[in-house]
C-alpha cells in the first residue's frame, strides 16, 4: 500500500516539475516565467518528498526531508522575490 | 521501487535538460538565473529519489542544496545593482505601488495597505 | 533503469560543460558553470562518493556561485562584463582534448580496484573513526591534510595582498547595503543559525557519516557570505586578532598536535588508537573554523572599504 502511494506521489511530482519547466520556456516574459517556476518548487518537490518519506526507515529521515523541502520553499520564496524586483528594476532603468 | 524512483529520475533529468534551454536562450538574465533555480530544485528531488538506492545519507547532500540555494540568487541581485553591492528593494526601485507612495509622502517611503 | 538515468546524466554533464565554455555571453557561462557543479554533485552521489558530492553542492552550488556572481556584479559595475570572451582558442581546445584522451586511456588502463580497499577495511577499527573518507584524511593521510590547510591559508594571504593601501587594513569586500526590512534583509537573519546548525552538525557527524571538517566548514562559509551580503552581518576588519585566530587555529591546532606524537608518542602526526577519535574531532573543529573564515574571507575578498568606520 504504501509503495502504491510512492508510485501515485512521486508521479504528481514529476508532472508538476514537467508543468513548471513548459512553463518556463512557453510563457512571454519574465514574470510568467517566474510564476510558473514556483509551482514546480513549491508543489513538485513537496509530492516527490511525501513519497519518498513513506519509503523512509525511520521518522528521523521523514523529518530531514520535511526540513529540506520548507529550506527549498524559503529559498524559492526569497529568490523569485529578489529575481522579480531585480528584473522589475532593470526595466524601469532601460524603460 | 528502485526501478520506479530512477525512472521519475531520469524523467526529472530530461524536464532539467528543459530548464537548461532557457539558460541558454535567455534572453534576460532573469530568465537563465530561474532556469538555474529550477535545475537546483530538480536536483534537490533527484537526490531525494535516489536516497532509497544510495543510501539514506544522500539527504545530506540534498540538504546542502536547499540550503545554499537562495545564494545564487542572492549573488544575481547584487550582481544587478548599480554598485554591485546593492539591493533591488531599496528605495522602491522595481515596486511602482511604492515609488507612487515615495513621491507622494516624502516622509515615509513604505506603503501601508 | 539505473543505466538510462546514469546516461541521461552524463549526457547533461556533458552538455553543460560544453555550453559552458560556448558562445560570447559571460553571464551565460557563468550559470551554466553553477549548474554543472550541481550536475557533478549527483553523480558523485551515483558514484558512492558522498563526502565528496556534500563539498560539491557546497562549494560549486554555494561559494563558487556567489563569488563569479558577484564578481560578474563588480565587472558590470565599472562597464566591462560585456567585453565578449574570444569564440574558440584553438591551442587550449586542443590542449583540452589531448588532456581528457590522455586521462580516459589512464582509466581504462588501470585495474579494477577493491573496494573497499583491504588494507583500509583492517586498519578502520585502529583509526578511531567509523567513516573510512574521514579515517584517510584525518589518520592515514593527515600530512596531505595538515598541507592543504596551510595552502588554503596560503591562498588567503594571495587575496589579501590585492588590496590597494588606502584601504588596508579595512573590511573585505564593499560595503553591503540592503532595504532594511526587505527580503534580503529578513533572508539573512532567518538562514545563517539554520545552516550554522548544519555545518556544526556535518563536522560532528563526519566520524561516522558522510561529514567531516571540509563540508562543515564550507557550509558554514556559505552562510556566512549570505550573511555579510545580506546585511545582517558586518564582517570585521582584516587585522582583528579575534579573526587572525580563527585563521590559524586549525592549521596551528594539527601542527601542535603532530609535534606531540613526535615529542611523546610514536612519531610525527601518529595517532594512538586510545586517543585518535578524541582527537581528530578536535583537529576537525579546529579545521572546521579555520576553513569557514578562510573561505569566507576568500569569496569576499581584499579589503576595500576605508579603515575603520
Known sequence: ?95 | MTFWLSLIATGLLASLAGALWRVWRGPRAADRMMGAQLVGTAGVAVLMLLAPAEGWATLDVALLLALLAALAAIGFAKATSPDGAGDPEEDGAGDPEEQQAAAADTTDGRADG | MMPVFDATLCGLILAVALAAVAGRDVFRAIVFFIVYGLMLAVAWVRLGALDVALAEAAISGGLTAGLFLVAYGRLAAVGAADEPAGLLNPPAALAGCGLSAALGWAWFALPQPDRPAPQLAEALPRSGVENPVTAVLLNFRAWDTLLESVVLLTALIGVLMLARVGAWPGRPGLAQHVRPGGVMAGFGRVLPPVGLLVGVYLVYVGAERPGGAFQGGTVIAAVGLVATLTGAFRPPAVDAPGWRAALVAGPLLFLLWGLAGAVIGNGFLTFPPTLAGAAILAIEAALAVSIAVTLAVLVLGAPEQAARE
Open chain 1, 1 to 95: 500500500m504504501a509503495d502504491l502511494t510512492t508510485y501515485v506521489l512521486t508521479s504528481v511530482g514529476l508532472v508538476f516539475f514537467v508543468a513548471g519547466t513548459l512553463g518556463l520556456l512557453r510563457f512571454p516574459d519574465v514574470f510568467t516565467r517566474l510564476h510558473a517556476l514556483t509551482k514546480a518548487d513549491n508543489l513538485g518537490l513537496g509530492f516527490i518528498a511525501l513519497g519518498v518519506a513513506l519509503q523512509a526507515p525511520s521518522w528521523r529521515e521523514v523529518a530531514l526531508l520535511a526540513v529540506i523541502w520548507v529550506l527549498a520553499l524559503l529559498a524559492a520564496g526569497t529568490a523569485s522575490q529578489l529575481v522579480a524586483r531585480a528584473a522589475r528594476a532593470e526595466d524601469e532603468d532601460s524603460g
